[in-house]
């Protein structure tokens, strides 16, 4: 644990097994009650860290609020277990929802496997990728009742005066907490230093890379001096970042147009297993199930704008979805 500013701590949750290594969750001390800022995995190693810090600044459980900037479960799944009957547990209205079902309905993974299916996705190594997501396993089984948070809904705990900015994009509901006098923005996963927030989709109804770009572009118009991030270091460059961020996903964008024209048409897996990627392994044979779903979940995105975009076209769709190269058509 770390203090950041009066009466504002970090507190590095670890998230075992997980390539993310450990989550950023925060702490506003207020006088009376008290705000934490995401919770991490519904597992031991998580809820004792959290435990650990409010003990050693002799905060009790029963006098805390919750913040969840989205509704991952390395940032809501312990919310059922730490939730006092008193608590106010705020998030947007879209992402509470699924965090109180996912982990006690089977709704929310059945839509996404079967577009997974459409994508490509071979069954046997879907089937695995499901059992062993995060969200699978380490989600809250007790739904809470959330207060619904919109953009510019406003909290005050203590010295901290808190504005809510909503930034869909990495989850639909996603909402980053911005405290104007302090001019620091509690990112979440919108906008991380040094690894790229995932950005995916399993339906033809959005195109989300587009709408995380503008959420992009939205944080950039604030006055921020500190990032507080959901993963890895605190930074000061907000700016800095976001152009970073666009960049690399304008190389995505410019890579895959490179794959299809190289290869063909391909579904949004094959296309996935063509492109670069920084992780560890050496081949995609060697990935992991559940980081292939995060893979080709990103490649749908990217895909999905570009088609909207008129840059690749739909070669095929039964069963499979295929795209090919829109030709004589640039990339932007």
């Known amino acids: 644990m770390e203090q950041v500013l009066p009466n504002l701590y970090r507190v590095e949750v670890p998230l075992p097994n997980n390539p993310l290594r ?15 800022i ?10 004792e860290a959290l435990l650990g810090a409010l003990t050693n600044l002799g905060i009790d459980l029963a006098s805390l609020d919750f913040f969840i900037t989205h509704l991952h479960a390395d940032h809501s799944g312990l919310i059922g277990e730490l939730a006092g009957q008193e608590a106010t547990i705020y998030a947007s209205a879209a992402d509470a929802a699924v965090i109180n ?6 709704e929310h993974w059945d839509r996404m496997a079967a577009y997974a299916r459409r994508s490509g996705f071979p069954d046997e190594i879907l089937a695995e990728a499901i059992r062993k ?13 959330f207060i619904a948070v919109r953009e510019g809904y406003r909290l005050v705990i203590g010295d901290y005066e808190f504005t809510c900015i909503t930034t ?24 991380l230093d040094h690894i790229t927030p ?30 507080l991030p959901g993963h890895r270091r605190i930074f000061s460059d907000c700016r800095r970042r976001i152009d970073e961020l666009a960049e690399h996903h304008r190389q995505r964008l410019v890579e895959i147009i490179g794959i299809l024209e190289d290869n063909g048409a391909l579904s949004a897996y094959e296309v996935a297993a063509r492109m670069r990627w920084d992780l560890s392994y050496s081949t995609w044979e060697d990935f992991p199930p559940p980081q292939k779903w995060f893979a080709v979940g990103e490649a749908i995105a990217h895909l999905r704008y570009l088609e909207e975009r008129g840059q690749i076209r739909r070669a095929g769709c039964d069963p499979v979805i295929t795209f090919a190269h829109s030709e004589n058509i640039c990339p932007g």
């Open 22 to 36: 450990a989550l950023n969750s925060y702490l506003v001390v207020g006088p009376r009650r008290s705000l934490l």
């Open 38 to 47: 995401d919770t991490g995995l519904n597992r031991a190693e998580c809820r």
């Open 101 to 106: 079902s996912m982990g006690i309905s089977t």
């Open 133 to 145: 997501h995060p969200g699978v396993r380490f989600s809250t089984r007790r739904p809470v009742p």
């Open 168 to 191: 869909p994009g990495h989850t639909p509901g996603h909402v980053c907490l911005y405290e104007p006098n302090r001019k620091i923005l509690f990112s979440g996963d919108h906008i």
């Open 198 to 227: 995932n950005i995916s989709l399993w339906s033809d109804e959005e195109n989300v890379l587009a709408v995380y770009l503008t959420s992009l572009e939205k944080v950039r118009r604030l006055r921020v001096e500190l990032v």
